[in-house]
């Protein structure tokens, strides 16, 4: 079992910039491919950045960056020039692949309870 805690999310205004974490229980973390989702309202959920197990694999829409620290157990969300449009509730995902783990929220095994990020002037 994986748990997964989200951390850092908020309000923001446009042109700003964000950085999210996410906290993974276990002693097997570099095993697992990590993702980062988010759902807007009314919106069906979207992959937005992967990374895996040993970092050296990485995909990211445009203006994100995904990094992951497998010695504190962490993936972080390095999200800039934040639009309204990227208001949403952000997921961490995690899925026991070493490789890169792939852009489909269905193949992720676990994930965290989400936070919230509002884009807002």
């Known amino acids: 079992q994986l748990q997964l805690v989200e951390s850092g999310g908020g309000l923001v205004h446009p042109g700003g910039s964000l950085r999210l974490s996410c906290a993974a229980s276990g002693r097997t973390f570099s095993q697992y491919g990590m993702g980062w989702f988010r759902q807007a309202p009314g919106k069906e959920r979207e992959f937005v950045a992967g990374?895996?197990?040993?970092g050296s694999v990485t995909h990211a829409k445009g203006r994100f960056t995904i990094s992951r620290d497998n010695a504190k157990n962490t993936v972080f969300l390095q999200m800039n020039s934040l639009q309204p449009e990227d208001t949403a509730v952000y997921y961490c995902?995690?899925?026991?692949?070493?490789?890169?783990?792939?852009?489909?929220?269905?193949?992720?095994?676990?994930w965290g309870q989400g936070t919230q990020v509002t884009v807002s002037s």
């Open positions: 995902a995690a899925v026991l692949r070493y490789g890169f783990p792939g852009d489909q929220a269905r193949i992720y095994d676990y």
């Open positions: 990374i895996s197990g040993d």
